[in-house]
């Protein structure tokens, strides 16, 4: 059963709290990580590309020549792919590119990404994080204090008061606070380091386990 050491903002060891091994202590599986992040990706593009086919451009409702006695290919409009100012042939319309992945599939990649994080020693736990007005300057100096000064996801729980703190973290370019049932695969990979609250650590551990 994974420990770990529970700090407060001053980065001083308070005490140790055990993790629930079902959601932070299980081997990684890879390629279902993999397959997350895809769909994660996939479902953030906009898919608004459009060209317009022959029977959406303008113009071309006659031919552009008799049919017969000119030497030339017959030619029925001049708004057929070939003309300049025709239509595109098989070009990109409007789509979706989200794709899906199974219920179980999901949790799984998210228990597995957690057990990353505590495996290569990337996750920190804080006792809560309270501070008395939205001021960058203090969150920096709690980053300093509990050493997570690199790209860091920051999960509180929504029954926190965290509101200042986030106001806080937005300001830092490498930074990022999420509520803990906002969580997901490719921001917890795309983190070197991820600050869970006590709070959220439970609430995790209740969806997850």
Known sequence: MPNMVVLNQA???????????????????????????VMQRASMRQGTHDVKNRREVSGGGRKPYRQKGTGNAR????RAPQWRGGGIVFGPTPRSYATKLNRKVRRLALKSVLSEKVISNDMIVVDKFELAAPKTKDMVQIIDNIKATNKTLFVVSGEEDYENAYLSVRNIDTMMMLTADKINVYDIVNANKIVFTEAAVKCVEEVLG
């Open 75 to 78: 030619q029925g409009s001049t």
């Open 11 to 37: 980065g001083k060891e308070l005490h140790e709290i055990s993790l629930n091994p079902e959601v932070f202590g299980i081997e990684p599986n890879q390629q279902v990580i993999f397959d997350a992040i």
